[in-house]
């Protein structure tokens, strides 16, 4: 998992999908510190980060898309 910082609370987060192994990326409202403690603590991600939306709370664990899993 790759981080950028593009303003402050918002990041571009890029990594590969599960489902195709293509390297996506996503804006994340959020800071790169809170999701490395969702990823490391063994937290339920909706816990940790429960503001994020449904697509990008699986972005995170899975790198998918929402147009990915429209298309499977």
């Keep these: 998992m790759q981080f950028d910082h ?6 571009l987060v890029t990594r590969p999908s599960l489902l195709t192994g293509k390297i996506n990326s996503m804006e994340i409202p959020a800071r790169q510190g809170q999701v490395e403690y969702w990823f490391h603590s ?3 991600i909706q ?8 697509d990008q709370r699986e972005f ?8 990915e899993w429209d298309s499977m």
């Design 47 to 54: 816990n940790c980060l429960g503001w994020l939306t449904p």
């Design 60 to 67: 995170l664990m899975t790198g998918a898309t929402p147009e």
């Design 6 to 11: 593009i303003a402050e609370n918002l990041i």
């Design 42 to 44: 063994g937290e339920l």
